[in-house]
C-alpha cells in the first residue's frame, strides 16, 4: 500500500519523539511491504517563527492532501505568560482542527500492568482501568462569539451547538460502544446549561437505533470525582469541548502512563494522530522524552486510517516487549537504567 | 451572644443531619452562654411539593432576616431523569445563591490522619494535603443567556464575566492566602477563553496590594491533572463557576474524607453554610448518613459568621475525638462498628 504522511512535528520534545515513530513506521512498511511518504510542514512556535502563523496554508494544503496526519506537540513557554500575544500556538492547533474537520478526538486510557504502580491511584482502584473519551473538538465555547464589551470591562464566550454536531459525536460514541462492552456514558451538565439538555435530549433520542448498547447519563461534576474513585466502571465516554479538555487530562493522569497515552482526531474526512502529552519545553533536545505515546499513536494511526489492523498490532506488540524489558526512557526507568529517546526508537526497530 | 440562624434542612439525608448539627450547636451555646434562635423554612423538591417552588419568598424572606443560613441538601431522584423539567430543585439552590448574593464558595480538602486511608491516592500522595477553594457562584455560564434557536436546533449558554465580579472574588482569594502559607493559584482557560483573559488580567493587576502572595496561573486542564498527582502542592486556589462546580467535586473525593467535607458560601451580606455532599437519597431515614460533614459546617460558620473561634475550634476537637474513637456512621466505621446518625450527634453532645 502506498501511504501518503503528513509530519507536523511542532515544538519542544515534538521533533524527537516523532523521529522516532518515523523510524517505527518505516521499518513496520518494510516488513509489511507498504510504501510511506512523508511530507514534513509548520506548525506552532516553530511555524510563527519561521512564516509569523502557527498553522500557515501551506500545512493545511498538505495536511488535506495527506492519508492521515501524524502530530507531535506544540506551545513554548515564550506565548505562556502573555496570554494575550497576538499570534499564539494554540491558535494554531484550534484552526488545524476547525479547518481539518477534526471534530472528534479519541483519547484512550488504559493502563499496562508493568507501570500500574506508578499511578497515583491506589493499585485496586486503577486496575482493568480501559475507557475511551470521545470529546468533540470543533465546537462549543472555543469556537462561539466571544470578545469585550463595556469598554474591556466585561468579556463573553458564547457556547452554541446543534443538533447535527452532537448527532455526529454521539454517533462515533455509539459505533465504537457496540465494538466494546456497549457501555456508552453521556456527561453533561443538563441541570444547568441548556446546550447539555440539547446533548442529553440528542443522545436519549439516538438510543432506539443502538438498542445493545446500555446508556448511561452523568453529570460532569460527578464525573470529575468517579474518574479517580472507580475509573474502570467506565468504558466509553462521550462529551462537549471544554468539558472533554478538562476530563480526559484528568484520565491521563490517573492510569501513571500519561506518557504511553495517545490520541486521535477523527472528521469525516481528515485524521490525526498525536500523543497526549504536551511540548514539555524543559527536556528540549535532551534525548530523554518518552517516544512510546508518538509510537502507539502510529499504531492507532495504522488502525484508523489505514485499516491495517495487523501493522498496528506489531507496532504495539513491540511496545509491549520494550516495557516488558525495561527499554524505556526515565521517566518510567529504574535509577540509573534509563535509555535516550532515540535508543528506544532504535531498540523497536531491531525488535519489530 | 444572640444568634439568629436559617435552617434550610432540604431533601434526603438533608433532615437527619441538620438535626445532629442542631443538636450540637444547642450544646455549644449553652457551653459558651449564647442564644440561638432556630428559624426553619423550605427548599429544594421538599419546598416544589409543598408550594410548588424550590426557593419560595417566605424562605428567601427568612434567610435575609438571619446571621447565618445552615443548609442540609437538596435533590431528588424523581427529577434526575428529566432535565427538562419546568420546575427543579436545582434552580432553588441558584435562585438562593443569587438572591442572597452569596458570590464565593468557600470549599476546602483537607486530610485528617485517621482516614487517610480512605483515599482513592496513595499516602504519599495525599499526605499532607490542605488547600481551599474559591469558587465565584454568581455569575459566569450558570447565570448568563441560554436557549434556543432554530426551531430548537441549536441551543446556546452564555458565559459573562465582568471585572467588578472578578475582583470581589479574587479580594477574597488574596485575603484568605495572606491568613495560610500566602500561595494563590488562579485557575482559568487563558488560552481559549476571552473571560479567561479577564480574569487573569484583573488578578496580575491586583497583585501589588498583595505583594507577599506568590500568585501562579494554571490551565483548568493542569489543574485537573495536578489535582489527582500532588494536591498537597496547592494552598488557596480561586475559579469561575463552572470551572469550581468541576474542580472542588474532584477535590473532595481525593481526600478520602468527602462525608466530612464542610463548605461556606459567603456575600457581602448573607453566609450560608452547608455540606459538600448531596441528598444521598437512597439513604434518606435510614438513619445511616455521616452527619460530620454538616457538623463541621457549622463550626466553620460559629467562625467565619459570628468570629466565634473557641465555638469553632471546640467543635472541631470533639469531631476530632469521635473520630479518634470510631464513634462514626458506616461509611467510616469497621465492620459491625458502625454507630447511627443519631447517636454520633448524641455522643458529640455529650462529649463537649
Ligand atoms: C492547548 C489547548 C488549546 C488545547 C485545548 O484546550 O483543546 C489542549 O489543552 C488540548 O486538550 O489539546
Ligand atoms: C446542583 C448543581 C446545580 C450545583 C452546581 O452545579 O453548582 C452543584 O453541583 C454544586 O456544586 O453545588
Redesign the interface.
Known sequence: MKLNIALLAGDGIGPEVIDQAVKVCDAVATKFNHEITWKTALTGAAAIDAVGEPYPDETHEICLNADAVLFGAIGHPKYD?D??AKV?P?QGL?KMRKKLGLFANVRPTFTFPSLIDNS???RE?IEGTDLVFLRELTGG??F?E???R?G?????????????EVQRLAKKGFELAMTRTKKLCCVD??????????W??TVQAMEKEYPEVEVS?EF???V??R???WPNSYDVLITEN??G???T??A???SGSMGLMPSASVGSENQLFEPIHGSYPQATGLDIANPLATILSAAMMFDMAFGLKEEAEAIKNVVNKSLAEGVVTEDLAEKNKAYKTSEVGNWLVENL
Chains 1, 2 share one sequence.
Open positions: 505568560n496570554p494575550s499564539r494554540e484550534l497515583p491511584l491506589k482502584r465555547i472555543y462561539g466571544k470578545g469585550r463595556d474591556g470591562e466585561t468579556a463573553f464566550d458564547n457556547c452554541v451547538y446543534t443538533r447535527a451538565k443538563a441541570n444547568v446549561l441548556e446546550t447539555s439538555r440539547l442529553r435530549e447519563y460532569v461534576d460527578a470529575a470525582m474518574l479517580v474513585q471544554l468539558f479538555d478538562i476530563l487530562d484528568e491521563s493522569v490517573i
